[in-house]
């Protein structure tokens, strides 16, 4: 019970961060631009305002939702070989 728990929830955060990674350089202004790290360095500001910068955060994204989808097929392949061996 346990484990079938940690695969949905481990699934949910691939998803959840893959999707906020893919959004958030790009159509969250808000969120991107008024960042903490800003005050403290602001050197940093021209960094994450970098169009190659923000494109390698939205292929991080993509990596996670990747995984996720990667995760869910590999469970339903242990599905199907443990219902063949039986």
Not at 6 to 20: A, D
Request: glycine share 6%; with cysteine.
């Amino acid at each position: 019970m346990l484990r079938k728990f940690t695969f949905y929830l481990f699934v949910f955060y691939c998803f959840e961060v893959g999707i906020f990674l893919i959004v958030a350089p790009r159509w969250l202004p808000q969120i991107w631009d008024q960042n903490y790290f800003f005050v403290v360095s602001p050197h940093l500001k021209e960094i994450f305002q970098n169009g190659f910068f923000r494109g390698a955060v939205t292929g991080l994204g993509i990596l996670n939702l990747f995984l996720g989808i990667s995760e869910i097929i590999q469970r339903e392949k242990e599905k199907q070989l443990a219902q063949q061996i039986k």
